[in-house]
């Protein structure tokens, strides 16, 4: 099982630094085929992120079996450790009774030969009263040594058994120690591949992430440049009638209002910046040719703003707005396949991998990265895919 890193230059850097000068006079510059390519671009990236997170999924049963077979092989290792212990001792108790049994035959025999072989078969005869007597004790002392030699030999016996058993419980732990250290090996290179593909699949995710706020940001530069045309045109209209002015201001962001409304309680999300406006909403707008994927609630900057639903943050950066137009933003993950984005904060109070409530205070709005205004940028996605939020609140 090997992994073949196959990095690529960020496409983020392949795009360049052209949202700046874009913002500058975007405006009257088509946007539609830049979006088109960039968005091509991203879902071909977040397909390739999602074909390695199944992959990591599969290395992750992979290495649950390794797992398994590396508990199962230590079982057995020890099984096998125990049980030759056992025929050890066996073995040791037989040798130490043949010893013993040896040295008694030894001896006797040793005292036959020093009195000629005869003096047993003497002090018998002479110690009998009778001659019934005699044979008796007699064939006790044959039964004696024969008695011996049988325990010799069955004590042998045993030896040759706990031997034999030895032999087979030392191939059993052989076995058991080469399965452990297969396994062993085997639980490492999936951990190793698997941490490879991570780190392949969080790298990817990143710079679809950084294409998304390009796109974004674009997009909010087009919708700033199309609302400042409108008002220009509205106030030259106005000094050139003699007419009251009418009511149809700009639709900026210093018009807006820090009292909205607040929908609490039975939403599956709340309402992340209740002190905010929305100044452009989820969906296709006109102006830049665009799909918005998430909506804009404009409030002065430093207003708090909370999380929508508890989860655990995935992202979450606090420099200054150097991150690909989003400025600081965070991410959370809130299970089921969902995920909130909350961009261009002028403060971030949370980090990656925290566990963070319903309505928690997790940075202020701003006016951070590619933005012309201060507000928040607030994106819901159910699976890798973006949906209306207000259809949450």
Request: glycine share 8%; proline share 2%.
């Amino acid at each position: 099982m090997t992994h073949e890193n196959t990095r690529r230059t960020p496409v983020f850097r392949r795009i360049g630094l052209c949202v700046v000068a874009a913002s500058l006079s975007l405006a009257c510059v088509p946007a539609s085929s830049a979006f088109a390519v960039s968005e091509a671009e991203r879902d071909a990236l977040q397909a390739e992120a999602d074909a390695l997170f199944v992959r990591i999924d599969a290395l992750q049963t992979e290495l649950n079996q390794a797992n398994v077979d590396y508990e199962n092989a230590v079982v057995a290792h020890d099984e096998a450790v125990e049980a030759m212990d056992e025929a050890q001792a066996r073995i040791d108790a037989a040798e130490a009774r043949i010893a013993e049994l040896q040295e008694r035959l030894g001896d006797r025999a040793n005292s036959m030969y020093k009195t000629g072989g005869s003096s047993s078969l003497l002090d018998v005869l002479l110690g009998a009263s009778s001659f019934e007597e005699f044979l008796t004790s007699w064939d006790m002392i044959e039964r004696i040594t024969s008695q011996d030699a049988a325990l010799v030999q069955e004590t042998k016996d045993v030896r040759a058994e706990a031997e034999a058993a030895h032999a087979e419980y030392a191939e059993q732990e052989r076995i058991a120690s080469e399965q452990m250290q297969k396994s062993l090996d085997l639980k490492n290179e999936i951990a190793s591949t698997q941490a490879a593909l991570k780190v392949e699949a969080d790298s990817i995710t990143a710079e679809v992430a950084e294409m998304q706020a390009q796109i974004e940001l674009q997009a909010e530069a087009a919708r700033q440049a199309a609302e400042a045309a409108a008002a220009a045109e509205a106030a030259r209209q106005a000094q050139m009638s003699a007419a009251n002015s009418g009511g149809s201001g700009s639709n900026s962001f210093a018009g807006a209002s820090a009292g909205s409304s607040v929908v609490v309680g039975s939403g599956t999300l709340s309402n992340p910046c209740p002190a905010a406006s929305t100044s452009s909403g989820y969906g296709w707008r006109a102006f830049d040719n665009s799909f918005h994927k998430g909506t804009d609630m404009a409030a002065p900057e430093g207003t708090p703003y909370y999380a929508a639903e508890s989860g655990t943050v995935i992202y979450a950066t606090n420099d200054g707005g150097y991150n690909g137009g989003a400025g600081n933003w965070v991410v959370i993950a809130h299970g089921n396949g969902m995920v909130t984005k909350y961009m261009h904060s002028s403060a971030v109070f949370v980090s990656p991998g925290q566990t963070v409530s319903r309505g928690q205070n997790i940075g202020l709005v701003g006016n951070t990265g590619q933005s012309f205004g201060a507000h928040l940028h607030f994106q819901v996605e159910v699976n890798g895919v973006a949906v209306n939020p207000h259809n949450y609140f």
